[in-house]
């Protein structure tokens, strides 16, 4: 659902993401791993179009995001490290901008946000400003909103930066369902080794580089150690 081919990037001489390869099936829960300066948010960059690759290929369910990026990038949703809701628009006035952008019908939209906010406990803020939520209640906004178009491919850049441990687990458990409601191909960026050993598959970039991949007891083999974060520790310090 999602193929990354020898994918490079770089800003001046230092390079980003270095031929990085990667292919993701759908209903897949993949966790890509690295300490900061990995370079998973400039993956992510990439992948959602802010960024041009210098050089590789990235195609989203068939569509080549270089020579078709408009129907590549339809199929894709995304949550970024930075919050990037209107603080001032309420929590339904969100939603449906959205919604208007991926040209969903007024009466689809509707049974969408109202669902995928009931799903995450947030129908009451429906008609509130989302500059009054909570930092866990606009993250689980900017996840209706990836998910309102029904992407075939969701990327999450560190979604749970600063949020309490229920938060988190609440985050984790709304990707999970969607995994198995749709058979969404997920790719979670993270530095936290917890959120990494929940997946079905683990990714660790370092340096740009793909330092392992496989499921999380895969690439503690593969690394060495006594468990996932120590092995995480002892390939990327």
Same mark, same amino acid.
């Given at each position: 659902?999602?193929?990354?081919?020898?994918l490079?990037?770089?800003?001046?001489?230092?390079?980003?993401?270095?031929?990085?390869?990667?292919?993701?099936?759908?209903?897949?829960?993949?966790?890509?791993?690295g300490?900061?300066?990995?370079?998973?948010?400039?993956?992510?960059?990439?992948? #959602?179009?802010l960024?041009?690759?210098?050089?590789?290929?990235?195609?989203?369910?068939?569509?080549?995001?270089r020579?078709?990026?408009?129907?590549?990038l339809?199929?894709?949703?995304?949550?970024?490290?930075?919050?990037?809701?209107?603080?001032?628009?309420?929590?339904?006035?969100?939603?449906?901008?959205?919604?208007?952008?991926?040209?969903?019908?007024?009466?689809?939209?509707?049974?969408?946000?109202?669902?995928?906010?009931?799903?995450?406990?947030?129908?009451?803020?429906?008609?509130?400003?989302?500059?009054?939520?909570?930092?866990?209640?606009?993250?689980?906004?900017?996840?209706?909103?990836?998910?309102?178009?029904?992407?075939?491919?969701?990327?999450?850049?560190?979604? #749970?930066v600063?949020?309490?441990?229920?938060?988190?687990?609440?985050?984790?458990?709304?990707?999970?369902?969607?995994?198995?409601?749709r058979?969404?191909?997920?790719?979670?960026?993270?530095?936290?080794?917890?959120?990494?050993?929940?997946?079905?598959r683990?990714?660790?970039?370092?340096?740009?580089?793909?330092?392992a991949?496989?499921?999380?007891?895969?690439?503690?083999?593969q690394?060495?150690?006594?468990?996932?974060?120590?092995?995480?520790?002892?390939?990327t310090?």
């Amino acid at each position: 659902m999602l193929e990354i081919d020898q994918l490079t990037k770089r800003y001046g001489e230092r390079t980003a993401l270095d031929r990085l390869t990667l292919s993701l099936p759908a209903a897949q829960f993949t966790a890509l791993l690295g300490p900061n300066g990995a370079g998973k948010s400039t993956l992510f960059q990439v992948l #959602t179009g802010l960024f041009v690759a210098d050089a590789g290929e990235v195609q989203v369910a068939g569509h080549s995001l270089r020579h078709a990026a408009v129907r590549a990038l339809a199929h894709i949703g995304v949550v970024f490290q930075q919050m990037s809701l209107d603080l001032d628009l309420s929590v339904r006035r969100n939603l449906q901008f959205h919604a208007d952008l991926h040209g969903l019908p007024k009466a689809l939209a509707r049974e969408r946000i109202d669902a995928g906010c009931a799903a995450l406990a947030t129908s009451a803020d429906l008609d509130r400003p989302v500059r009054e939520l909570s930092g866990g209640n606009r993250r689980k906004v900017e996840l209706v909103r990836a998910l309102l178009h029904h992407p075939k491919v969701l990327l999450m850049d560190e979604p #749970t930066v600063g949020l309490d441990p229920k938060s988190r687990r609440d985050l984790l458990a709304a990707v999970r369902a969607d995994v198995a409601a749709r058979g969404t191909t997920v790719l979670w960026a993270t530095h936290l080794v917890e959120e990494a050993e929940a997946a079905d598959r683990v990714v660790v970039l370092h340096r740009g580089r793909l330092l392992a991949d496989g499921t999380p007891a895969g690439v503690v083999a593969q690394l060495g150690g006594s468990g996932l974060e120590d092995a995480f520790i002892r390939a990327t310090a």
